[in-house]
T-cell receptor, first 115, second 112 residues
Framework: GAGVSQSPRYKVAKRGQDVALRCDPISGHVSLFWYQQALGQGPEFLTYFQNEAQLDKSGLPSDRFFAERPEGSVSTLKIQRTQQEDSAVYLC?????????????FGQGTRLTVV | SQKIEQNSEALNIQEGKTATLTCNYTNYSPAYLQWYRQDPGRGPVFLLLIRENEKEKRKERLKVTFDTTLKQSLFHITASQPADSATYLCALRSNSGYALNFGKGTSLLVTP
C-alpha cells in the first residue's frame, strides 16, 4: 500500500476483554515500531521489530501486552484483560532501514477505549 | 533518567510571524535529533533530522538548530501560516535499545 495502515481505527472494549490491533507496514520496510499515545502526551515507545525479530520490548507496560510479526511484514499488538488505563491511541511506524532513519512513517493509529 | 522537554504551553502567533519551538534534553548522547508534526487524529509526520555535527538545517520555511553543549534544539517556522497549526514533536534515539523517544509536543496555533 501507499502508507502504513492500521486497523481498526477505533476499538471499544469492555474491561477484561482481549483486543488485537493490526499494523500493515509499507512493503519492504525492515523496521516496525509500536507506540502508545495518551491524550495530550507524546508517543511512548512500546516495542521494536527488525523483520520478524522482536529486538526491543522494553516499553511494554505489563505482561498483558504482547506483539508479534511472524513473517516480517504485518504485525499484531495484543492486549489481554484490558484495563481502563490501556485507553490510548496505539501507533505503528515503519522504516526501510534497520535502525531509525529520516524516513520513518506512522500509521493513523488505533484509538482504544476501555469501558 | 532520560528526559525530553518541550514547551508545555501552547504557542499562539499571528500569521506571517516566525514561530520558535524549543526542545531540551537530559541524559542523551544523540547522534541526531528529529522533528515531527502531528495533526489531530493523525500519526506523526517526519519533518527534519539534524545530526550532532550539524549546527543548523533548513527545509523551505523550516529551520532547526542543534546545540549539543546546551542540549537543546530550536525549531523555527518562518512566515507562518494558519496551515502550520499543529503539534510539533521532537524525538531522540535512546542511548540503549532501539526506541525513538518523543517529547510531549508543543501545540502551535497560527491565527490569520
Amino acid at each position: 500500500g501507499a502508507g502504513v495502515s492500521q486497523s481498526p481505527r477505533y476499538k471499544v472494549a469492555k474491561r477484561g476483554q482481549d483486543v488485537a490491533l493490526r499494523c500493515d507496514p509499507i512493503s519492504g520496510h525492515v523496521s516496525l515500531f509500536w507506540y502508545q499515545q495518551a491524550l495530550g502526551q507524546g508517543p511512548e515507545f512500546l516495542t521494536y521489530f527488525q523483520n520478524e525479530a522482536q529486538l526491543d520490548k522494553s516499553g511494554l507496560p505489563s505482561d498483558r501486552f504482547f506483539a508479534e510479526r511472524p513473517e516480517g511484514s504485518v504485525s499484531t499488538l495484543k492486549i489481554q484483560r484490558t484495563q481502563q488505563e490501556d485507553s490510548a491511541v496505539y501507533l505503528c511506524a515503519s522504516s526501510p532501514g534497520s535502525t531509525w532513519g529520516p524516513e520513518a512513517f506512522f500509521g493513523q493509529g488505533t484509538r482504544l477505549t476501555v469501558v | 533518567s532520560q528526559k525530553i522537554e518541550q514547551n508545555s504551553e501552547a504557542l499562539n502567533i499571528q500569521e506571517g510571524k516566525t514561530a520558535t519551538l524549543t526542545c531540551n534534553y537530559t541524559n542523551y548522547s544523540p547522534a541526531y535529533l528529529q522533528w515531527y508534526r502531528q495533526d489531530p487524529g493523525r500519526g506523526p509526520v517526519f519533518l527534519l533530522l539534524i545530526r550532532e555535527n550539524e549546527k543548523e538545517k533548513r527545509k523551505e520555511r523550516l529551520k532547526v538548530t542543534f546545540d549539543t553543549t546546551l542540549k537543546q534544539s530550536l525549531f523555527h517556522i518562518t512566515a507562518s501560516q494558519p496551515a502550520d497549526s499543529a503539534t510539533y514533536l521532537c524525538a531522540l534515539r535512546s542511548n540503549s535499545g532501539y526506541a525513538l523517544n518523543f517529547g510531549k509536543g508543543t501545540s502551535l496555533l497560527v491565527t490569520p
